[in-house]
């Protein structure tokens, strides 16, 4: 098995009946690259830029998060990396920043919420990243969107920062695509508002379970809550899909459910064109999509809408693999 996954790394992902979807890696450092380009991974889908700002004691400068970026987009060469501004807060704290207890951090002052309030953080995430864009092929996107307005305040920032850029002389690309994680049940409902305004979609099943059916994703207690084959995730994720492909965007998962395998046949039938996980899933998930039909999988992924519960849709997917 394992030499035929070697086979499969340095070709595309393609279907049965020939339909291509893009499989990513999510990353946390630059030193992840490696793992990304020996699994065959066609891009970086999520780098999480946590990493930078944790594990020291101040944060980290425009230089410091320059160099970083520059250094993912020069070793992917061109593919595509998707780099999601600063989702601190919930369940990854920095200590320096000195912010009050909460009762429910993961419904608190985190991500995007902080970054709109502290645009001084922001502001300097988004130049380093903007001039980092010249090395390759970047694309942005932010985290924990719930409102359009949250959208458009982020937008504009980005946009400010751009033309300072661009006053003082400094390069910064012209094909920036922007986009967003789709992780609060508000931004998955109201897709088609969104779709007409960003360039991709990128679903974050990990929080989108945990908001959706109530149940934090940390707590054992409720782990059987924590059910991403419910048809209602299900259909969420159907209802952002069919909604960004009406504006003719495209949508990407990158949560965990994107790599796992009894979720992929659900997700090739729903439409989803791009999968980024971890990078020893790519091959994995690629062998697996190979033996796929889309037609098929499409007829399983309606049924799968229909059913009740959560078991009943993965007995379905296993009534496949005989
Ligand atoms: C997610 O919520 O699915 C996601 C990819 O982000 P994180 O796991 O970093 O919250
Ligand atoms: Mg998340």
């Known amino acids: 098995q394992i030499a035929e996954w070697r086979k499969l790394r340095d070709e595309e992902t393609v279907s049965k009946d020939g339909v291509h979807v893009e499989l990513a890696a999510n990353i946390g450092t630059p030193n992840d690259v490696a793992g990304v380009l020996d699994n065959g991974g066609e891009g970086v889908g999520l780098y999480r830029t946590e990493f930078l700002y944790m594990g020291r004691d101040k944060l980290p400068s425009e230089d410091v998060q320059y160099n970083a970026y520059k250094t993912v987009l020069e070793k992917m060469e061109g593919k595509p990396v998707v780099v999601r501004t600063l989702d601190i807060g919930g369940d990854k704290e920095l200590s320096y920043l000195q912010l ?3 009762m429910n951090p993961f419904l ?6 902080l970054c709109l309030d502290r645009q001084d953080i922001f502001r300097t995430q988004l130049r380093a990243l903007l001039r980092a864009s010249v090395h390759g092929n970047l694309r942005i ?3 924990m969107i719930a409102t359009l307005g949250e959208f458009r305040e982020a937008k504009a920032l980005l946009l400010e920062e751009k033309e300072k ?3 003082e002389g400094t390069p910064v690309s012209e094909d920036i695509q922007l986009g967003i994680m789709v992780e609060i049940p508000s931004t998955a409902v109201l897709a088609d508002q969104f779709a007409k305004e960003v360039d ?3 679903i974050g099943t990990n929080d989108l379970i945990q908001y959706t059916m109530a149940a934090d994703r940390m707590n054992e207690r409720v782990s059987y809550l924590y059910q991403p084959y419910n048809p209602a995730i299900l259909r969420l994720v159907k209802m952002v899909i069919d909604a960004a492909h009406r ?3 495209w949508v990407g998962m990158c949560g965990e459910m994107a790599g796992d395998q009894t979720a992929i046949p659900l997700l090739l039938g729903l439409g989803l064109d791009e999968f980024s996980m ?3 899933s ?3 998930a690629r062998s697996l999509i190979s033996k796929l039909s889309r037609t098929d999988m499409e007829s399983l992924a309606a049924k799968a809408l229909e059913m009740q519960t959560a078991e009943q849709v993965v007995e379905l997917v296993q009534s496949i693999e005989a």
């Open 200 to 202: 991709f979609f990128s």
């Open 141 to 143: 996107m932010f985290p």
């Open 282 to 284: 790519i091959l994995p």
């Open 100 to 102: 009050p207890k909460e």
């Open 165 to 167: 850029l661009a006053a």
């Open 108 to 113: 608190g002052f985190r991500a995007v919420r």
């Open 278 to 280: 971890s990078a020893t």
């Open 247 to 249: 504006e003719g965007r």
